[in-house]
C-alpha cells in the first residue's frame, strides 16, 4: 500500500497511542548585514529584481568572493547565545546543486566544520513548563534568489508556463540553525515546535543580528518530522516541510504532518522521504521533492575562501556584547510593571512589548503606555494595514500624547486626533496641538456661555436636571462638548451645568 492509497489523515490521539514523533527543526536567518556574505552589494529588501547583484553573487568566472566579517560577528553572537562551543578553525565548504535561482550551480556553506555547534535553548510553554532544545549546530552560508513562478493555478513550478528569477537575495548572509532530534514531546510536540521557534526568534531579535520578518523571508523554519512506533529504537523516515512562515503555521505543520503520517504507517504504507510544502489556507502539507542527502550534494572545500579562525579573546568579547535573554527580562519587567503573565503574554503576541517598553523610557507611566499601544494604535495598524511597529508614530512621541493628557492640556478625545495628525506626518504632538489651537479649553466664561447655549436648546433637560435627576446633565454636557470640538474639559463642564441648575 502506497502513501497515495492511505487515509488522509488519523485522529491525533489515535497517533500518539501508536507513535513517538521525533522533531527536527531547522531554521534559516537572515542576517542584517548591510551587504551581502561574499560581496559588496545591497541587502536591502524590497529592490527591484536584479539591481543589487555583481560578478560575485551572479558567480561570474574569475570572480572571487571575500567573507563579511560582521556576518561572522553575528554568527558567533547568535552561538554564544545559544550556549554553543565556537569552531576554533572552520571551513567554507561547496554545497553542489543545480536550481535556476542559485546561479554558481554551488551554494558556499559550512558543513563538518560550522561556526558553532553543541547548544541549548531552554523555551517556556504554555503552561510555564521549561523544554530544553538541544542545539546541533549553526552554520554560516549564502542565501539563494528567487524564482517567481508564473501561469500556474499555484504559484509552484508545476503547472506554471515560465519562471522569473531575481537575484537580489542571493548571496544574503545566512546562519541556520540546526537542532538535534527532539524526542519524548508526545502531543505537545507541535507546541514544542512554536514554542522554540518564537523564543529563538526573540532571542536572535534581542541581539540585533536580524529583523527575523518571516512575512519576508528573513526568518524561515523547516520543519522535520518522524513517527516511530511506540517501543521502537530506530527514528522513522522524515519528512521536511519547508518555509513556514508564521509561528501558527509551524505548531499546525507539525500536527498535519504527525496526522498525515500516522495514516500513511496505519495503512501499511511507508512515509516517503522528502520535502513539503505547508499550504496556510487549510493548513495542509504537499508532497515537493525527494530529500537528498549529504552525499547528494557532494561537500569539498571552498578552495577560494581561508578557513574562519576567529581569535578566542574576540570571542569573549563578544561574549560580553551578549544582552538580557528576552524571557528573563520579560519575567524582570512583568514583575516590575505588576503585570499578569497572561498580560504580558498579550502584549508579546500583539508586538507591543518592545514599544511599551520604549515610551515607558521615554517618560510615560506603563499602564498609559500599554493602553495607547495595545487599543487605540493596534486599531490604527488594523485600519491602515500594517504592523503596530510600522505605524509612523515612536515611543517618544507617545510619551509626549501621554504627559499632554496628563498635564491637562488634552483631553482623551482630542489626545487620539492628536495622534491621527502624527500618523499622517504632521509632525511632533506638542507642535501640532499649538498650530491646529488642539489644547483643552479652560477660559470659564466661554464654557459658560457654552453651557447657557446648550441649556437654553435644551429646556426639558434643564428642568429634569434641576428636578434632581443629575444623569440627565450628560446630554448637555455632550453637546457642550460638540460645541467645542471635543476641547472642553468634561468633568468641568458637568460641573457648570450642574451649578446653572442648582443641582
Known amino acids: 500500500m502506497t502513501a497515495l492509497d492511505a ?8 497517533v500518539l497511542a501508536a507513535y513517538d514523533p521525533v522533531l527536527g527543526m531547522e531554521v534559516h536567518v537572515e542576517l542584517g548585514t548591510q551587504t551581502k556574505m561574499f560581496c559588496g552589494c545591497p541587502t536591502a529588501f524590497g529592490a527591484e529584481p536584479n539591481t543589487q547583484v555583481c560578478p560575485v553573487c551572479l558567480g561570474m568566472p574569475g570572480a572571487l568572493p571575500v567573507v563579511n566579517q560582521a556576518a561572522v560577528e553575528s554568527a558567533i553572537r547568535i552561538g554564544l547565545a545559544l550556549n554553543c562551543s ?59 534568489g528567487k524564482s517567481l513562478h508564473v501561469g500556474g493555478a499555484t504559484g509552484r513550478i508545476h503547472g506554471a508556463s515560465h519562471s522569473l528569477l531575481d537575484y537580489n537575495r542571493a548571496g544574503v548572509p545566512l546562519v541556520e540553525i540546526v537542532t538535534k532530534p527532539i524526542t519524548g514531546a508526545g502531543e505537545r510536540a507541535p507546541e514544542v515546535a512554536r514554542a522554540y521557534v518564537t523564543a529563538l526568534r526573540d532571542l536572535l531579535r534581542a541581539l540585533e543580528v536580524s529583523d527575523v520578518r518571516m512575512d519576508q523571508g528573513s526568518l524561515r523554519c523547516d520543519a522535520n518530522v518522524s513517527l516511530m512506533p511506540k517501543g521502537a529504537s530506530e527514528f522513522g523516515t522524515r519528512t521536511e516541510t519547508k518555509n513556514v512562515n508564521s509561528l501558527k503555521s509551524v505548531e499546525v505543520a507539525v500536527r498535519y504532518e504527525m496526522r498525515r503520517q500516522g495514516a500513511v504507517l496505519r495503512g501499511g504504507g511507508e512515509v516517503i522521504q522528502e520535502t513539503r510544502h505547508f499550504q496556510e489556507g487549510d493548513g495542509t502539507t504537499s508532497p515537493g521533492r525527494r530529500k537528498e542527502t549529504a552525499e547528494d550534494y557532494r561537500y569539498f572545500p571552498e578552495p577560494d575562501l581561508e578557513p574562519v579562525a576567529p581569535d578566542a579573546e574576540w570571542i569573549e568579547e563578544l561574549r560580553e556584547t551578549l544582552p538580557e535573554l528576552p524571557w528573563l527580562r520579560r519575567a524582570r519587567i512583568q514583575e516590575e510593571w505588576g503585570v499578569s503573565a497572561e498580560v504580558m503574554r498579550d502584549l508579546v503576541n500583539a508586538g507591543a512589548l518592545e514599544l511599551v517598553i520604549a515610551t515607558t523610557e521615554a517618560g510615560a507611566p506603563a499602564d498609559a503606555a500599554r493602553s495607547w ?46 495622534v491621527d495628525f502624527v500618523l499622517d506626518g504632521e509632525g511632533d504632538p506638542r507642535a501640532i496641538v499649538a498650530a491646529r489651537g488642539l489644547a483643552v479649553e479652560r477660559d470659564d466664561t466661554k464654557l459658560q456661555a457654552a453651557v447657557d447655549e446648550a441649556l437654553a436648546a435644551n429646556p426639558d433637560i434643564a428642568d429634569k436636571i434641576r428636578g434632581g435627576k443629575v444623569a440627565a446633565a450628560g446630554k448637555i454636557v455632550g453637546d457642550v462638548m460638540k460645541a467645542t470640538r471635543g476641547q472642553a474639559d468634561p468633568a468641568r463642564v458637568k460641573e457648570l451645568v450642574l451649578a446653572a441648575c442648582g443641582a
Not at 487605540?376 to 485600519?383: F, K, M, P, S
Open 7 to 14: 487515509p488522509e489523515i488519523l485522529d491525533y490521539d489515535d
Open 373 to 418: 499601544w495595545v487599543s487605540y494604535l493596534t486599531q490604527q495598524a488594523n485600519t491602515r494595514g500594517v504592523e503596530l511597529v510600522e505605524l509612523a508614530i515612536t515611543p517618544v512621541q507617545v510619551a509626549e500624547v501621554v504627559d499632554l493628557v496628563a498635564d491637562g492640556t488634552l483631553n482623551n478625545k482630542v489626545a487620539r486626533q492628536v
Open 86 to 144: 565556537i569552531t576554533p578553525r572552520g571551513r567554507f565548504a561547496r554545497k553542489n546543486y543545480f536550481y535556476p535561482d542559485q546561479p554558481k550551480n554551488y551554494q558556499i556553506s559550512q558543513y563538518d566544520e560550522p561556526i558553532a555547534h553543541d547548544g541549548f535553548l531552554d523555551v517556556v510553554l504554555d503552561d510555564g513548563t521549561t523544554w530544553r532544545v538541544d542545539i546541533e549546530r549553526a552554520h554560516m552560508e549564502e542565501d539563494t
